[in-house]
């Protein structure tokens, strides 16, 4: 049982570019989405959009790579790229953002910080 168990974290589900999806959709593994869909996405690990893809509802992962196109909220609990065909139209909550010429974002993004840091200044 812990063999496939720790298979989980690698395995990908991947939906295809002529597949559309009208509800939610959660996995506890990787998932890649190059199709539509119409709902909110729940994933416990990495999550590829791929530049096919389009993605309506709020979104939530550990990672993103995105090149699609989404129109929704995104929560991101470690980091969010954003590739250059990336098309952004929402919120955002990360904890690091990478944007890259030629991605377009519109909306409010907000960054989680996991602790703060202290200056300390020489007298």
């Given at each position: ?64 790579t995105m090149s699609g196109k989404v ?53």
């Open positions: 049982m812990a063999l496939k168990k720790d298979s989980l974290a690698e395995d990908v589900s991947i939906i295809s570019s002529g597949v559309k999806i009208e509800g939610n959709l959660s996995s506890e593994g990787n998932v890649r989405v190059d199709g539509i869909v119409n709902g909110n996405i729940s994933v416990n690990g990495n999550l590829t959009i791929g530049d096919t893809s389009e993605l309506n509802g709020e979104i939530a992962a550990k990672n993103i129109f929704g909220k995104i929560n991101v609990s470690e980091k969010l790229r954003l590739e250059s065909k990336a098309v952004l139209k929402g919120d955002l909550v990360a904890k690091y953002l990478v944007i890259e010429e030629g991605a377009i974002f519109e909306g409010f993004s907000s960054m989680e910080k996991s602790h703060t840091s202290t200056i300390h200044k020489n007298e």
